[in-house]
């Protein structure tokens, strides 16, 4: 076990309460995965075949305007989803005053089509490593999705089934990729979800791997094995915050228009558009796969401890929201811990800071001196290896501890 100190690098971000971070690729085709040996294959669908795979996945059926106010209606033709060069294919298609019924036998009309298929009934899981290789459509009124549901929907109905964007896109900002969760807590309906976002210049250029990694302890969102975006467990077993230790399944769609998609209008000029998938893989952790511990400590002994606590937040431990982490109380009263489960090899930036704002970035941040702060609004930062970390306790708002 180490016992180190950390230091800052602060990243905060203002996009629907969210962070982002930019990454530049240089636009190969040939990007694979890194996937190491401390994760083992369980389920892959590789594509490479002439027809869709009935007992992997479900072609929905469903008329325009069935959710979030899209214009699309997803058919089961070939015309929408096909295969070509070992890749799938959906795409998206101008058709005025298309008619056909949904799987309710609703008849209906539509203007654009395209298709929607997903693994439910057939393979639901709970945790892994989750990689997906696609080439995104070009155009603004596209909104391809790679994402997850609770198989539990049914039951409970959404949000509380909980819900994983591994990869959302949206045609009117290129190069924007974006990754979220969905709960009966955090959610676009209350304008609480926790969400992130990535620039990728290349995204409906070339192919990349959108991945996500799914543990108890947190959800870690990748484009090319590069993270982005990370969402920590701190729910303390409330379901309405954190629903995803249950099984979930996979969903793939294209999307036309919708309160997201839509909010640019559409340009027809860019269809067919086509999202291209070469494969979805899901690995599971191998028995030395194991996330390292991290005790984080700061006083409090030169400030006035606000009445809701000291919380852990800000940066990449921010999960997106400004509410942060709850910090404990030690035998010191001045000193305030927690002890996190992260994964090894990476790094991670965060802040202290003296009290629960969980609806505003303002207030309460301590200021991380230039001398142990990195970035614009110096956040600490703590890397982590192989081994369990306990950090030295600091100061609030200083490089040492108090004296």
Sequence with gaps: MKNIFSHSIFLLCFFYINCEKNTEVDGSDNNEPITDLDWNLV?????????????????????????????????????????????LVIRGLVEPGYYDTDYQNNEYNADYTSARINTAGKYSTTYGRFDIRAKLPKGRGSWPAIWMLGENISSEGWPRCGEIDIMEHVGYDDDIIHGSIHTETFNHGLNTQKSGATTISTA????????????????????????????????????SEWPFDQPHYLILNLAIGGDWG???????????????????????????????????????????????GVWLSGGDLGSGSPGGLLMTPTSDSNVWSTTLN???????TYKFRNGHFPNTWSGGWENVPNDCGTGEHNDRIVYTYSEDIILNSICFSECNNCD
């Design 342 to 348: 992260l994964p090894k090899n990476s790094s991670f």
């Design 43 to 87: 389920w892959e669908e590789n594509f490479d075949g002439q027809i869709l795979d009935q007992n992997k996945w479900n072609h929905l059926r469903w008329r325009p305007g069935w959710v979030n106010n899209e214009l699309q209606a997803y058919t089961d033709r070939d015309t929408n989803l096909y295969f070509e060069d070992g890749n």
């Design 262 to 308: 839509g909010v640019q209008g559409i340009d027809p000029t860019k269809f067919p558009m086509k999202m291209l998938v070469d494969y979805v893989r899901v690995y599971k952790k191998s028995e030395t796969n194991n996330d390292v511990r991290v005790t984080f400590s700061v006083n409090m002994k030169n400030v006035n401890t606000n009445g809701t």
């Design 204 to 239: 409906t250029d070339s192919f990349h791997v959108y991945s996500l990694e799914w543990t108890p302890s947190y959800l870690r969102f990748l484009v090319d094995n590069e993270p982005y975006f990370f969402v920590y467990n701190g729910s303390g077993g409330n379901i």
